[in-house]
């Protein structure tokens, strides 16, 4: 059976930024009658025109999955590699495609359980690519977004893959500081499920004892590798 690539039933998630020309917020009223933003459009990247990888293809084609959404490509910081933290970090901010959950999943997310107010979880799957590999390696992880309060009253919200260290001490993954990831989720049966894959690193640039370079050319080179770098995520 073909893999279901169309959104069907996509739900909504909330998000509070700053408004701008990329991502429009409307006002929505939650259970309790306070005030949300729900974000109407999806922050822009330069990996939302490539096009889906074929191992990701197979894979949603073996778990008869559907609604795949592009969630975030970023480079891990000290902190998502941490054994202490144990979750990745996903600004909500930075998340490509905000409608990634179900009606259900929603509703876990936003209940208002006393104990655990600023802090509910998601049961899924994490599926990671092994490096180097047409390998997929599968996890069990949770789903949970944290409230950051701000001034004036004002929310913004991080979702967090926790149960992550597993997937950092698996020397298969083999995922370190400053790697860059792209992280995609979609359903299969009813169940959340995330694929991750590590982007290869930049070809280092041309080293100094080559003989087919002038001296000029190699500080060029060097001058617009370093260029290259402020176009990476902060950490």
Known sequence: M??????????????TTDPTPERLLKLKTGKNGAAKLKTVGASSSSWTTDPTPEWLLKLMTEKN???????????????????VHD??????????????????????????????KHMTRVDA??????????????????????????????????????RWKQVVEDEGCG???????????????????????????????PSSDSGDSKPEEMISALVIDDKSNDDLPPN
Not at 129 to 139: G, H, N, Q, T
């Open 2 to 15: 073909n893999a279901k690539l169309n959104t069907v039933g996509a739900s909504s998630s909330s998000c």
């Open 65 to 83: 999955g559907a609604e795949l959404k592009k969630i975030i490509e970023k480079e891990l910081s000290a902190a998502d590699v941490s054994r």
């Open 87 to 116: 979750r990745l970090s996903m600004p909500c901010s930075n998340i490509i495609d905000l409608e990634f959950l179900s009606p259900m999943e929603q509703r876990i997310i936003e209940e208002e359980d006393e104990g655990k």
């Open 125 to 162: 799957k994490l599926v990671v690519k092994l490096v180097d590999s047409d390998v997929l390696k599968e996890f069990d992880v949770n789903l949970r977004r944290c409230n950051m309060h701000k001034t004036r009253g004002n929310h913004s919200f991080v979702y967090s893959l926790i």
């Open 175 to 205: 995922l370190k500081k400053s790697d860059k990831i792209r992280l995609w989720s979609f359903h299969s049966d009813g169940k959340l499920y995330f694929a991750l894959t590590t982007l290869s690193p930049p070809p280092p640039p």
